[in-house]
């Protein structure tokens, strides 16, 4: 069976060369799921894994915009939607400058495997452009949108393809492609999630992504005889999920002690709380480096240029900034800190050599594709709020985020059980999203 597995990969390594973040998330998916193949050689038959690795439909498209000084400039954008299995293609848009298929087609298909987690009918899909954010202005960030959007438009719809953001994309951005779909199709529809709230938003979405993270790493650590309270926490990134997760731990009694941006990291051993937790959400706004202004205005604090917070001693570490943040060596050091726990929330934040190096060293890893599915779970909700025309509470929705994020960490740690994984998370994680996706897949044929 592993043969077989490798067969996979290496098919995978053979029509996307060039992708290495894609290459690495199949890479540890299908490694997880093997036990599951090894019961049900119906899906080796019917050619469930070929199919699964690749996308249902990539887009790409050209996005040409005019500048605040009339000069055309021109992006690339893209849409992967890579399985529709459980529902329509669900998964953000990324504005950034590094942005490519191989980036996209990783979080996509790390979509899949999340959306299946929450138990909700939504299926994985990414998109983006290269387009940079940081330092335009609100004109040029319309005209940009507006143009990506009069091409995606045909792409998408409620019950096709529901976008929402990410890195670079916020509820400005998701406003300003609304507007241009809804004037284009003449449509007011729930084609769009991450909204402000007087837009048809879901209240309490900008910190689901982060609450969600700390449910679940509360239910980690409840599952280890631990608790939150009490805890000092290493986190990264200072963006929407580091906020959200900031302010839940610190609720829960838990200490921050960290929090990082481009230009290094800040070692705040009095706690990120209170006005601290607050500052973020002008810091996270700025599209400047951000840690030496929080140590200006918070003396207490420690900056540390160009250096990440997995240095600092903790309890907890949760990675919440971009993908592979976490290297071997940061594993090495992890480890002879004495770290017992961490959890990952952005979307796979370690490399696999590093996840490997930190289990064997019995480090439990909460693996992203379930510690982050809040926000997707919560977009979800939001698509419910639209299609149904009503509106949830902030209590209704933090309500139901909690649910959704218990009952994650237990379908891990049913399948964990069931094939004999003992503590590791990330297989039981990718098992449980698997299975859901391969019995709708087989239902629908070869398609």
Known sequence: MANLVQKYIDIAKEKNANEPEFLQTVEEVLTSIEPVLEAHPEYIEAGLIERLIEPERGIMFRVPWVDDNGKVQVNRGYRFEFNSALGPYKGGLRFAPNVYPGILKFLGFEQIFKNSLTGLPIGGGKGGSDFDPNGKSDGEIMRFCQSFITELYRHIGPNTDVPAGDLGVGGREIGYMMGQYKRITNQYDGTWTGKGTSNGGLAG???????????????????????????????????????GT??????????????SGPDGYILDEEGVSGEKIDYLLELRGSGKNICSPYAEKFPGSKFFAGKKPWEVKADLYIPCATQNEIHMEDAQTMVANGCKFLCEGANMPTTNEAIAYLQENGVVVGPSKAANAGGVACSCLEMSQNAEHIIFSEEDVYRQLEGIMVNIF???????????????????????????????????GIV
Not at 246 to 259: N, P, S
């Open 205 to 243: 979405r900008t910190e689901a992504t982060g609450y969600g993270i700390v449910f679940y790493a509360r239910e980690m650590l409840k599952h280890f005889g631990e608790e939150l309270k009490g805890k000092t926490v290493a986190i990264s990134g200072f963006g929407n999920v580091s906020w």
């Open 410 to 444: 237990k379908l891990s740690v049913d399948a964990c059980e069931r094939y004999n994984l003992g503590d590791n998370l990330i297989a039981g994680a990718n098992i449980a999203g698997f299975e859901r996706v391969a019995e709708a897949m087989m239902m629908q």
């Open 246 to 259: 900031a302010k839940k731990l610190t609720e829960l009694g838990a200490k921050v002690i960290t929090i």
